[in-house]
């Protein structure tokens, strides 16, 4: 099932049976309920319209007529079950051969029979993990996975805490208090059977508050890859539970004004990534050659 066929049996459920509907039924509405582009949504709109589920109006808008809400449904409308994400799962595939430092080459037509999608979607897919970092596109060769190379990650490291720890001294006088408190209250060590809360956007406020262009373009450019592959990363409840706490220093001493405290703990933090990647690497080898 596509995610077009998904939206149209979904709203014909939602619609016969009486169910919630999105509450600005227009395009961008549906698109931003249903989490997609407007592309399927429009696919999926025109195929309830030309089956009278739903009407658009002279005006252009969408209506539903009251008569389809009323119809007796038999058999009953079975809810639509969403189909897989296959942005995500490709994504997940293609970090695993990169943290294994391999470098394989992906063909569109292949890719398409693995995972038995389309080839448009493919492309789109590519493209999308290429802006990341992911793939890497050659010219007249095809698509790369990027392999992970440890001597990258120190590269990209010794960068990122100059650039953040810069970013962090120009822009003390714009910290606001309360976005400091709400990131804060944000990240809680876990405890016993409590697991631990994370909030990473402490890092994305200091830097958009920069108001540094260059210094955006590297964490979108180059932190994308980084960052992909620290949510696939298996990271341990202790090592949660250090990086929930390393958050709330950083914060605490923000609000406290004590910037070298807020700084050594920021470098800290930053450099937590290396050894959580390297063990996430030396699993997955484990588990290839148990």
Same mark, same amino acid.
């Given at each position: 099932?596509? %995610?077009? /066929? $998904?939206i149209?049996?979904?709203?014909?459920?939602?619609?016969?049976? #009486?169910?919630?509907?999105?509450?600005?039924?227009?395009?961008?509405?549906?698109?931003? $309920?249903?989490?997609?582009?407007?592309?399927?949504?429009?696919?999926?709109?025109?195929?309830?319209?030309?089956?009278?589920?739903?009407?658009?109006?002279?005006?252009? *808008?969408?209506?539903?007529?009251?008569?389809?809400?009323r119809?007796?449904?038999?058999?009953?409308?079975?809810?639509?079950?969403?189909?897989?994400?296959?942005?995500?799962?490709?994504?997940?595939?293609? %970090?695993?051969?990169?943290?294994? &430092?391999?470098?394989?080459?992906?063909?569109?037509?292949?890719?398409?029979?693995? @995972?038995?999608?389309?080839r448009?979607?493919?492309?789109?897919? +590519?493209?999308? =993990?290429?802006?990341? &970092? %992911?793939?890497?596109?050659?010219?007249? !060769?095809g698509?790369?996975?990027?392999? $992970?190379?440890?001597?990258?990650?120190?590269?990209?490291?010794?960068?990122?805490?100059?650039?953040?720890?810069?970013?962090?001294?120009? !822009?003390?006088?714009q =910290?606001?208090?309360?976005?400091?408190?709400?990131?804060?209250? #944000?990240?809680?060590?876990? *405890? &016993?059977?409590?697991?631990? =809360?994370?909030?990473?956007?402490?890092?994305?406020?200091?830097?958009?508050?920069?108001?540094?262009?260059?210094?955006?373009? $590297? +964490?979108?450019?180059?932190?994308?890859?980084?960052?992909?592959? @620290?949510?696939?990363?298996e990271?341990?409840?202790?090592?949660?539970a250090?990086?929930?706490?390393?958050?709330?220093?950083?914060?605490?001493?923000?609000? /406290?004004?004590?910037?070298?405290?807020?700084?050594?703990?920021l470098?800290?933090?930053?450099?937590? =990534?290396?050894?959580?990647?390297?063990?996430?690497?030396?699993?997955? &080898?484990?588990?290839?050659?148990?």
């Amino acid at each position: 099932m596509t %995610i077009s /066929e $998904f939206i149209a049996k979904d709203l014909r459920g939602r619609i016969r049976s #009486g169910d919630a509907l999105p509450e600005n039924l227009t395009l961008p509405g549906l698109a931003q $309920f249903y989490s997609v582009s407007l592309t399927p949504v429009r696919t999926a709109v025109a195929e309830l319209i030309e089956d009278d589920i739903i009407r658009k109006e002279p005006n252009g *808008r969408l209506a539903i007529p009251t008569s389809v809400r009323r119809a007796p449904v038999e058999p009953p409308v079975e809810p639509a079950e969403r189909p897989p994400d296959w942005t995500s799962i490709v994504q997940q595939d293609a %970090i695993r051969e990169s943290l294994r &430092g391999e470098s394989q080459k992906w063909k569109i037509n292949e890719t398409a029979e693995r @995972y038995g999608i389309g080839r448009a979607v493919v492309q789109s897919i +590519f493209q999308r =993990l290429a802006g990341m &970092g %992911i793939l890497e596109h050659e010219p007249r !060769c095809g698509w790369r996975v990027r392999p $992970f190379h440890e001597d990258d990650l120190d590269a990209y490291l010794e960068v990122r805490v100059l650039l953040e720890l810069k970013t962090l001294d120009s !822009c003390r006088g714009q =910290l606001e208090p309360d976005v400091l408190q709400r990131i804060r209250e #944000g990240n809680l060590p876990g *405890r &016993g059977t409590t697991e631990s =809360l994370i909030d990473n956007s402490l890092h994305q406020y200091w830097v958009g508050l920069s108001g540094n262009r260059y210094v955006q373009d $590297f +964490f979108e450019r180059h932190g994308a890859y980084y960052t992909a592959l @620290y949510e696939y990363a298996e990271i341990g409840g202790r090592q949660l539970a250090k990086i929930a706490s390393l958050h709330r220093q950083i914060l605490a001493a923000l609000l /406290e004004r004590k910037w070298r405290v807020a700084r050594e703990s920021l470098v800290e933090d930053i450099e937590s =990534l290396r050894p959580i990647l390297l063990e996430t690497i030396r699993n997955l &080898g484990e588990r290839q050659h148990p």
